[in-house]
């Protein structure tokens, strides 16, 4: 690292590298109130399908849908906050939360628009600080170790350079979208993760190593990036129900009820320590899309109903491949049937491709190894082995070009 001049805190220099984890609040819903700003400051939920789009009357006003008229089986994908404070989480049932919420206003998901404001908030930070890990749709990891001026102190306060970053990248967050987010720095991406919630929403939380026994301790296991449910249950079974009583665990205890390597870094972890670079290039794995059905459907009796999402799930696939300027090779179907038992089964093509109609009799040829006696309650479709155009190895001798796109009797629906 580029020599800096030496700054200090109360009790000593500021650490070799200071990461950001950045989050925006309330994503999906701040970008809904962006188009109907009349809604600012109400229960709003945002999970609903196209007809839960808002109305325009006549008089310019608009008309939007209840929750307590929704029926269904979707599920909440994200709530403002003033629905939060109502008791309506996300991934929580609509119809369970019209029970808290009747009143919440509720609208269509438009993943397109989340997307673009996606890469209109991270095209704003890349402006700021250059070093930018993308973790998903609404956070990214930002390596602020380098930015010029973050280590000046600023009159008396010696964080003074970090806040002058963090509020920089915060307003320009702000001006290219004119959305909030909440920003933790430490000294590392473990410890950034649990600080950007602290102050949620529009927040800015700095944390340095020293403070890990005061902030971070007090805080339940689960708070921890890499501790589930399963885990978190397991230590609450152990009497350890805080980081600090994670960090204060008999190693011999953890070792033996989460072997050897879960059982470190779990000590680790509750130390605040983690050394895991920001990764500035990650490729996605796969590229997927996946429905729940308003009603269970059967694969003969609603065949054609089927066949027609099917389609439309492998269409949309397809433009997303192309969107993202990707091939992909393997390709599989995700179905769950009432009781969710959950099946999947992939398949890989000779070339990658990009191509509907390719994706569609390889997604077809995938289920015809499933059982399909039983209803369905979600269909998916995945691409996987994912390569860009360019970079795509030679075809291997003797293999046939791409399969032509050309509409065939397709199996089953
Ligand atoms: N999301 C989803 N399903 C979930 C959780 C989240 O589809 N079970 C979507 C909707 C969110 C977005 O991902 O808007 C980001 O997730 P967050 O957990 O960051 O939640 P929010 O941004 O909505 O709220 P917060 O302010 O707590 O970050
Ligand atoms: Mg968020």
Not at 40 to 61: C, F, Q
Not at 133 to 138: F, L, Q, S, T
Not at 287 to 313: M, N, P, Q, V, Y
Request: hydrophobic share 40%.
């Amino acid at each position: 690292m580029a020599a800096s001049p030496p700054s200090s805190t109360a009790s000593g220099p500021l650490p070799q590298r200071l990461i950001a984890h950045l989050d925006m609040d309330a994503f999906y819903a701040s970008v809904e109130l962006l188009r109907y700003p009349d809604l600012k400051g109400l229960a709003v939920v945002v999970g609903g399908r196209r007809a839960h789009e808002p109305k325009t009357l006549p008089d310019g006003t608009r008309q939007y849908a209840r929750l307590r008229d929704y029926t269904g089986r979707g599920v909440v994908t994200t709530s403002s906050y003033a629905a939060r404070d109502l008791g309506v989480f996300s991934a929580m049932g609509l119809m369970k939360a019209a029970l808290r919420a009747p009143d919440a206003i509720l609208l269509p998901t438009d993943f397109d628009a989340y997307r673009r404001y996606s890469r209109l908030f991270k095209a704003a930070v890349a402006e700021v600080a250059p070093v930018i890990e993308d973790r998903g749709i609404d956070e990214i990891y930002i390596d602020l170790s380098d930015v010029p001026g973050i280590r000046e102190p600023v009159g008396h306060d010696p964080l003074g350079g970090v806040r002058a970053v963090a509020r920089e990248i915060k307003n320009s967050v702000l001006r290219a979208t004119g959305l909030s987010c909440s920003i933790g720095i430490t000294p590392n991406k473990l410890l950034s993760k649990i600080a950007s919630e602290l102050d949620k929403p529009d927040g800015i939380t700095i944390l340095l190593a020293e403070e890990i026994p005061a902030r971070i301790w007090p805080l339940g296991v689960r708070k921890i990036n890499g501790i589930g449910p399963k885990a978190g249950a397991k230590l609450l079974e152990l009497g350890i129900e805080s980081v600090g009583e994670l960090a204060a665990a008999d190693p011999a205890l953890l070792r033996q009820h989460f072997g050897e390597s879960y059982a470190a870094w779990l000590h680790e972890a509750a130390h605040g320590r983690d050394d895991r670079p920001v990764v500035t290039h990650s490729e996605p794995v796969s590229i997927s899309r996946e429905t729940t059905f308003e009603r269970d459907l059967h694969a003969k009796h609603d065949r054609a109903e089927l066949g027609a999402i099917f389609t439309r799930l492998c269409e949309q696939l397809a433009a997303d491949l192309e969107r993202k300027g990707y091939l992909g090779r393997t390709v599989g179907i995700k179905l769950r049937f009432e009781g969710f038992r959950t099946v999947t089964r992939d398949l890989t093509l000779e070339l990658p491709t990009q191509d509907a109609q390719a994706i569609r009799r390889a997604a077809g040829a995938c289920l015809k190894r499933v059982d399909l006696s039983q209803r369905l309650r979600l269909l998916g479709v995945r691409i996987g082995s994912l390569s860009r155009p360019g970079d795509a190895a030679a075809p291997r001798r003797g293999s046939k070009p791409a399969a032509p796109s050309r509409a065939e009797n397709l199996p089953l629906f």
